[in-house]
């Protein structure tokens, strides 16, 4: 009986594995944090994807995923002739499990996806410059390690796409869940909009 069971579930795995499709993509990624009393700040980057579709019935699929995201910002001011300025940088690695359901146009085909992302900070670094008279100093921040800025992140979003034969074209939109910092007394959150291009294999 346990052979048997085996057997079905191999056949199954490899019918399933036949009809999945590897996908690759990249594209503009733009970050959007808010406390509760200040205005959202942003930084812009870019993203590289990895995906494997997942076909469960008729047109629609599981598509489980791999995310690189890169994010910077940086902001100048002047006070008294001093000049000061703040650069960040971040580096996140995320798992996007999408929920997929695909329209046939004919030609094209329209698809819609939602459903949970898992990310994890990987770096997060700022960097403040002043400078006046001539003289410049510049003072690195690890905000992982100096501030009570929090690595884990849960989003939960969706976006439509549309696929003309191997290429796709989709924009997503993600809400963060979880507070970024350790202080109950601040409550930052991040939204995330996300515009590329995918190549299916």
């Excluded at 000061?84 to 146009?105: C, K, N, R, T």
């Amino acid at each position: 009986m346990k052979k048997v069971i085996i057997t079905i579930a191999l056949v199954a795995a490899a019918a399933t594995s036949a009809f999945a499709q590897i996908g690759v993509s990249a594209g503009y990624a733009n970050n959007s944090q808010k406390t509760q009393n200040s205005d959202p700040s942003t930084t812009n980057g870019f993203y590289v994807e990895g995906t494997y579709s997942i076909p469960v019935a008729g047109a629609f699929s599981i598509v489980p995923g791999v995310r690189y995201t890169y994010l910077g910002s940086s902001k100048a001011t002047n006070i008294l002739s001093a000049g000061l300025s703040a650069s960040l940088v971040e580096h996140y690695l995320a798992i996007p499990v999408m929920a997929q359901y695909g329209i046939d146009l004919g030609a094209a085909q329209l698809f819609a996806f939602a459903g949970p992302t898992f990310s994890y900070g990987l770096a997060s670094k700022t960097t403040v410059k002043a400078s006046a008279g001539g003289f410049s100093a510049d003072k690195p921040i690890d905000n992982y390690k100096d501030t009570d800025y929090l690595r884990p992140n849960l989003f939960l979003g969706g976006g439509l796409g549309i696929q003309l034969g191997s290429f796709q074209v989709k924009a997503a939109y993600d809400f963060g869940l979880l507070n970024r910092m350790k202080s109950d007394k601040i409550t930052l959150k991040d939204n995330q909009f996300r515009v590329g291009v995918a190549y299916l294999f």
